[in-house]
C-alpha cells in the first residue's frame, strides 16, 4: 500500500438515471504520471471528484495518500492539487489576490515556485480573474494547485486556451515542481500526444468500467497492426492467433489488429506464401480509438 498513491476497491458511483462509475479497481502507484483516458462521459471526471474528497462514492472504498476517503479524513486534501476541467475562481480577485487566498488555506505554500510560475507563464498579477482570457485562466489555475507542493497532482483536461509554447512550459512546470520531486500525477487529456510523452502508465475508461491499465511502454510495444496479402486464401485459423482482436479485409488483403505478441503473429503469418507483409506501429490516439472501437462494437452488432 505505501508504493500506492491511490486504491480503489469497488468505487462505484451511481446517479438516479445513470451509473458513473462501476466496481472500479484501480491502483495507482507513487511517482508516477498515470493517465486516464476515455470518450467523453466514461466517468473520469467523476472519479477525479471522488478522489478530491468534492463528491461521495455510493459504494467501495479509495485511499489516497494512505487516506481512507470513506473515513471522512480530510488531512490529505492539503497534500492534492487539483485542477478541473473548468475550473472557477472569484472573478473579483486579481490572479496575485487569489494566490494569496489560497495560501492562508495550506499549511506549507511555495511562494517563490507560485512566482516563478507567474512569470514563465505569463501570468498578468494584477489583472481581475474575470478579465483573464481562458489560457491565462488555465495557467492561474495550475500555478495555484502547485502553490501547497502537493504530493498528488490531478489535472482534469489541462492547459486548455494555451497556445503550444505555453502548452510546453506548462508541462516541463508540472514535470519539473512535482514528478522530478517525487510526487505522483493523474491526469486526464484528449491531447493524446501529450499524455504520450508525459506518462508511464495508461487506463482506459468507458461507461464507467475499467477496460484497461498498462504501462505506456508494454501498449506501444504490444498495440499493432499487420498488413498481410496472401499468395491464396489462407486458413480461417490463421486469424484466430492469440493476441488477434480485429481483422479487416483491405482490398486482396488483410489487416489484423494486435494486442500482445506482434512479432509471433507476424512470425506465424509469414509461413504462408504472401504478396506483402508488414507491421505498422501505433501512437497514442491509434490505440485509443482502437479501444473505443472495440467498446462500441458490441452494442452495434
Not at 491511490?6 to 458513473?20: D, H, N, P
Request: charged content about 25%.
Amino acid at each position: 500500500m505505501h508504493d500506492l498513491a491511490i486504491q480503489t476497491r469497488g468505487l462505484s458511483k451511481r446517479y438516479s438515471t445513470s451509473v458513473a462509475l462501476q466496481d472500479l479497481d484501480l491502483e495507482v502507484p507513487r511517482e508516477s504520471v498515470f493517465a486516464v483516458l476515455g470518450p467523453n462521459g466514461a466517468g473520469k471526471t467523476t472519479l477525479f471528484k471522488i478522489l478530491t474528497g468534492l463528491v461521495g462514492s455510493s459504494s467501495g472504498e479509495a485511499t489516497v495518500l494512505g487516506c481512507q476517503l470513506n473515513n471522512r479524513d480530510t488531512e490529505f486534501r492539503a497534500k492534492i492539487g487539483y485542477v478541473a476541467e473548468n475550473p472557477v475562481m472569484y472573478g473579483y480577485y486579481t490572479a496575485l489576490e487569489m494566490a494569496g487566498f489560497c495560501a492562508s488555506l495550506y499549511p506549507r505554500w511555495n511562494h517563490k515556485l507560485v512566482e516563478t510560475a507567474f512569470k514563465r507563464l505569463d501570468i498578468p498579477e494584477n489583472k481581475k480573474i474575470k478579465e483573464l482570457s481562458h489560457g491565462q485562466n488555465s495557467a492561474l489555475a495550475l500555478t495555484l494547485a502547485l502553490g501547497p507542493e502537493p504530493e498528488l497532482l490531478i489535472l482534469d483536461e489541462p492547459g486548455t486556451g494555451l497556445d503550444p509554447i505555453k502548452r510546453r512550459d506548462y508541462f516541463k512546470l508540472l514535470m519539473d515542481q512535482v514528478v522530478s520531486l517525487g510526487g505522483t500525477v493523474l491526469i486526464s487529456s484528449h491531447t493524446l500526444h501529450e499524455v504520450e510523452r508525459l506518462a508511464d502508465r495508461v487506463a482506459f475508461l468507458n461507461q464507467g468500467r475499467l477496460v484497461m491499465v498498462k504501462d505506456m511502454a508494454d501498449l506501444k510495444t504490444g498495440e499493432k497492426r499487420i498488413r498481410v496479402v496472401f499468395q491464396g486464401r489462407p486458413p480461417e485459423s490463421v486469424f484466430n492467433q492469440a493476441g488477434i482482436v480485429r481483422v479487416e479485409q483491405e482490398g486482396s488483403g488483410y489487416l489484423l489488429t494486435v494486442t500482445e505478441n506482434p512479432h509471433g503473429v507476424l512470425e506465424e503469418l509469414s509461413r504462408y506464401p504472401h504478396f506483402a507483409l508488414e507491421i505498422i506501429d501505433l501512437d497514442l490516439e491509434d490505440i485509443f480509438l482502437e479501444y473505443a472501437h472495440r467498446e462500441e462494437a458490441p452494442q452495434n452488432g
